[in-house]
């Protein structure tokens, strides 16, 4: 038998763009987790276990305005409570583990939030990006406060199980999971899993190829708002004639993931190991980061297409050396409509609405290089930088150039 328990508080000034911190906006953000799980295992036999686990979770987020915020002012109390049990089944037979399990989720969710646009020239009437619908909250125009508050629980049951099997020179692993989700949609999935490898033992080469139905509950942080009625006002009338005019909520996220790979070793003191994989996505989320609050709120959009390479040359240690360098493709097109969010300015939801895009995540070609306990990444298309080994140390091998009104 096992307990964890964990409590956590971080309290914490945000960072302001370089205009903010001249206004002298001093935001701040409070987080407050608890979590406390029970599990218990017993051996049915010496080829089987009972795993059983009992878990509670507790989060609570809040967002504390100051009197110089600006171009917007905002305040938020949110609190999601998660109670979980599991069990899992594991037992080997002859060539094969068999696995299987049963989740329950109930987590009751609350959300408190508030915005006003402080800043005469955010909204100006007389600019061309001008929302009518945005006058009733601009404070700076004797508008008021937009307000939210609701509360509401939702349950998720899973069950899954799967066979890992070796048969000569071929390892499989077959699996079959089902959810069915029930908070603001209800929605279910049967999500098969295949993968196979062969192993050419006389030249240390694997081949792989995998198929994964996945089923992706939206995130439950700011849901309801995203979801709302109340933030679907403040979106145009022209945006949301585009998309028929109806509220629509974030569904769950549908993939189909197809991958292969190859892996090839090299005089057991080196391995090279490419990959290929595709991915079609229906309701892809993402989230959407209201100004530089550090409040996210879920989006969805109808779909997207991902294709994307990865070759990796591998250096096993010897004599204290060792290193590796990868070759990264990343092509990703998302098209619309866009459901969920709190957006407030005309540019992002036009770019939203319009026909299929690229993320910003898309990678022609990233280059990363390890030698030792020193990295460098960087994307290909970006001006070389310049750093010392101890400047990589400090950065976590991410190296940015600032220019404009950033967070400092």
């Not at 002859?94 to 009751?108: E, I, K, N, S």
């Not at 009733?136 to 349950?155: E, H, I, P, T, V």
């Not at 196979?196 to 139905?213: I, K």
């Not at 990959?275 to 996210?296: A, R, W």
Request: with cysteine; aromatic share 10%; proline share 5%.
């Amino acid at each position: 038998m096992r307990l964890n328990v964990l409590l956590g508080r971080s309290s914490f000034e945000l960072a302001n763009l370089r205009s903010q911190q001249a206004a002298g906006q001093r935001q701040r953000q409070l987080l407050r987790d608890f979590s406390a799980s029970l599990g218990w295992v017993h051996t049915l036999s010496p080829r089987a276990t009972l795993d059983s686990t009992t878990s509670y979770r507790a989060t609570i987020a809040q967002l504390f305005p100051s009197p110089a915020d600006t171009p917007v002012t905002a305040a938020q109390a949110r609190h999601l409570s998660t109670f979980t049990e599991a069990a899992r089944f594991s037992v080997m037979v002859g060539r094969h583990t068999l696995r299987a399990g049963a989740d329950y989720q109930h987590f009751p969710v609350s959300e408190n939030f508030t915005f006003g646009i402080t800043e005469p020239s955010f909204n100006d009437p007389r600019s061309p990006g001008f929302i009518p619908l945005l006058m009733a909250y601009d404070l700076s125009r004797g508008g008021g406060l937009f307000q939210f508050s609701k509360q509401k629980s939702g349950n998720l049951v899973s069950s899954f199980a799967q066979d890992q099997a070796l048969w000569g020179r071929f390892a499989f692993s077959l699996g079959l999971r089902y959810d069915d989700y029930r908070f603001l949609v209800h929605g279910h999935q049967l999500q098969p899993r295949l993968g196979m490898s062969y192993h050419l033992r006389e030249t240390g080469t694997v081949v792989r190829a995998s198929y994964n139905r996945v089923y992706q509950t939206p995130v439950n942080e700011n849901l309801l708002l995203s979801n709302s009625s109340e933030s679907a006002v403040l979106v145009p009338a022209s945006v949301r004639a585009r998309l028929g005019g109806a509220i629509l909520s974030i569904r769950p996220e549908r993939q189909n993931v197809y991958e292969v790979g190859l892996q090839q070793g090299i005089f057991s003191r080196a391995s090279v190991n490419a990959v290929y994989y595709y991915k079609d996505e229906q309701d892809l989320h993402d989230n959407d980061n209201f100004f530089n609050t550090g409040i996210i709120f879920p989006t969805s959009l109808k779909k997207s297409r991902v294709n994307g390479a990865e070759l990796r040359a591998t250096l096993l240690p010897a004599h204290g050396l060792s290193g590796s360098l990868s070759l990264t493709h990343y092509h990703v097109i998302v098209i619309p409509p866009f459901n969920g969010g709190l957006f407030i300015g005309q540019s992002a939801i036009n770019a939203l609405s319009s026909g299929p895009f690229i993320i910003d995540h898309d990678q022609q070609l990233a280059i990363r290089r390890y030698d030792g306990s020193r990295s460098l990444a960087r994307c290909a298309g970006e001006p070389p930088v310049r750093a010392t080994h101890a400047h990589l140390d400090e950065l976590g091998g991410e190296i940015r150039q600032r220019s404009g009104d950033e967070p400092v």
